[in-house]
Nanobody
């Protein structure tokens, strides 16, 4: 059974930093990419950042220059370093693992709250 387990969320003041981690396990297929999405209060889930196994990254415009996604392929783990956090970054952050040939799995989500 595929599992994606997130950690690292919490409460932080505006301007602060947090680091999220997500470890994937349980699949006999290879990961194609891993990413972070978020869903704020009353909003739809949106892409934050994605990284492929080759290291290519994609970021939402709203987080460019503040967030950095990275991964450890050997550990099937993805990280999201979040700096200069803003109140509008408050959301539940979800990890997604995309496996070959074409199957996605989601983590349970971790709350990030940024106070002003």
């Amino acid at each position: 059974q595929v599992q994606l387990v997130e950690s690292g969320g919490g409460l932080v003041q505006a301007g602060g930093s947090l680091r999220l981690s997500c470890a994937a396990s349980g699949s006999s297929f290879s990961l194609r990419s891993m990413g972070w999405y978020r869903q704020g209060p009353g909003k739809q889930r949106e892409l934050v950042a994605v990284i492929t196994t080759s290291g290519s990254t994609t970021y939402a415009d709203s987080v460019k220059g503040r967030f950095t996604i990275s991964r450890d392929n050997a550990k099937n783990t993805v990280y999201l370093q979040m700096n200069s956090l803003k109140p509008e970054d408050t959301a539940v952050y979800y990890c997604k693992g995309s496996y070959f040939p074409a199957r996605d799995y989601w983590g349970q989500g971790t709350q990030v709250t940024v106070s002003s």
